[in-house]
Structure formats: C-alpha cells, structure tokens
C-alpha cells in the first residue's frame, strides 16, 4: 500500500494569503530557565500518565517544546491529544508525571494561574460571549493581567480608566493582528464562523502569552480559510509566540509545524520533524488502519 501524499509547505502557500495589517503579540511572561538549565526549554511534558477510572487516556507521554517554534500534536480520533491540552491547562490533573513551563511545575496550579503565567489556549468548539461585541470578547481577555481592584472599578479611579483604555486598545489592535477589525463593534454570534475562530484567537492572544494552544484551529475552514490561517499561525510565531498545535488536518500541520509528537491510544509513537513523521510507518498505520509492517 504506497503512503499518503501529502502537500510541503511550498505547495501548500498561495501568493493570496492574508496580509499582515499590524504587529501586534508580543509574549507576556519573562524568560526563565528549565529544570535542565536550558533557557530555551519552554515546555516540559515528562512521563505524563492521566487515568479515568479503568480508562488511561494519557500512558506515560514525554515531549518538549522550546521558545519560537511551531509545534504539532497529532493523532487519529481517541489519541489522546485534548486531553493532553487540558492537562497543560489545569483543566485535569495527571495521575502520575511531571508538567513543567519554564521550569516550575504546572501540576497543582489553578487555570487562571496557568493564564498568567504565560499559558493560552483555544478550544475545539468555539467558546465565546454570543452576546458581547468582538472587541468586548478581547477585552475580557487583556482584563487578565489587569490590577484593578473592586473598589477601584466601582468608583471609577484613575487606574481602572488607565487599564480600561489600555485594554480597549491592545484589544482593537489584535484583532487588526487577526483581520477582523472591521467587526469590531458586531455582536460575537452574528460573525461568519472563521470569525469566530479568528476572535477566539485574538482573546487567547490579548493574555499575552508566551506559548498559544490551539485546538483544532481549522475545523470547520474551507482550503482558502486554511491558508489563511496557516499565515495567521506563522505571523503568531514571529512575533515570539511559541505554539502548540492540535489539527487533524495534515496538509496545514505538515505545512506550518517545525516538529511534531504522534500520540495513539493515548501513548507517543512517533516524534520528529514534519519529513520524519510523514514518512514512519507507525503514524502511517496509524491513520490507515493497518499493521505497522503493512504501511
């Protein structure tokens, strides 16, 4: 059985792509060193097991991502990539292993803790406030890092007005980084659903993070969305942002990763960079369905 083809970066961009209209993340938390010493360690998923019962979602995975790279996690249905997600993000707490971002554990912590410490995520189904303005939706996201105390915001002192300009600003800003500004002022639900995706996006991004997850970012895209958003995903990691991503589209993570892990049934399979992992015979199996020695 001859491999799936699937298209290199070179065949993959088109001349049309979605202009840059401003600069615009800039990574909010400070360099810090790993439990390794390696300043350029960011993240660190090491034997990470994660139980539900009877059911290991999670057996035993280990991989590392460093600053300024395009990461990828992928895997067939069932993998285990979400719940991954959710146990970098507080949303689970492994059974056993260790997480660590920028050298201090992440296990314990609390999601708003995870936030400010530098951590943003998407999600596979859109979540946004249907009935608050795009650039409302933004601006719930820069409040993250705001100060401002209740008493401050209920007698309207000087610094809740600073950080209310500030955020409002930061927030039109992104979402010229994302290309909808011209939707500014709509109310969230009446956006085109790669909008929506694109806001999502931008409010994730208004915490000023220093590594983006995005769940399954195209989902739903027709093949023009797609490029468009590959761009988008580029510009995100120029601008320092490291990203992680979880996409069963494999065109686009073929296309924008710098590495890739494979998970199945919730255990690694495969790890390297974009040529490598396209060409193992387990991944192959893996998405065919057939024995390892038949792909």
Not at 28 to 49: I, N, R
Not at 74 to 84: F, L, V
Not at 120 to 128: C, I, P, S
Request: charged content about 25%; hydrophobic content about 40%; some cysteine.
């Amino acid at each position: 059985m001859s491999e799936p083809h699937i298209e290199t970066p070179e065949e993959l961009d088109r001349s049309d792509a979605r202009p840059v209209d401003e600069p615009a993340p800039t990574g909010g938390s400070s360099p810090s060193s790993s439990a390794t010493g390696d300043p350029d360690l960011l993240l660190e998923v090491d034997h990470v097991t994660l139980r539900f019962g009877g059911v290991v979602a999670l057996n035993d995975v280990s991989f590392s991502l460093r600053r300024g790279e395009i990461f990828g996690l992928i895997g067939p249905n069932g993998a285990g990539k979400t719940t991954c997600f959710n146990a970098m993000t507080g949303v689970y707490q492994p059974t056993s292993g260790a997480i660590r971002f920028q050298g201090e554990s992440l296990v314990g912590k609390k999601k708003h803790e995870i936030t400010r410490g530098g951590i943003a995520r998407t999600f596979q189904n859109v979540r946004l406030f249907p009935e608050m303005t795009a650039l409302e939706n933004v601006m719930v996201g820069a409040d993250a890092h705001h100060k401002t105390s209740v008493l401050s915001a209920l007698f309207r002192l000087p610094r809740f007005w600073r950080e209310e300009k500030s955020g409002r600003e930061r927030s039109m800003e992104l979402l010229r980084f994302v290309g909808i500004a011209h939707r500014a002022g709509d109310v969230s639900r009446n956006l085109s659903y790669g909008e929506q995706r694109r806001l999502e996006i931008a409010r994730a991004l208004a915490t000023d993070p220093t590594l983006l997850c995005l769940d399954e970012p195209a989902a739903g895209f027709n093949p023009a969305e797609k490029v468009d958003l590959l761009a988008l995903i580029r510009r995100i990691r120029d601008t320092g942002v490291t990203v992680l991503l979880i996409e069963h589209d494999m065109r686009l993570v073929m296309g924008v990763t710098d590495r890739i892990v494979v998970l199945e049934f919730g255990k690694k399979i495969a790890e390297g960079t974009p040529a490598e992992v396209r060409d193992n015979p387990a991944v192959i199996a893996a998405y065919l369905g057939v024995p390892t020695d038949a792909a």
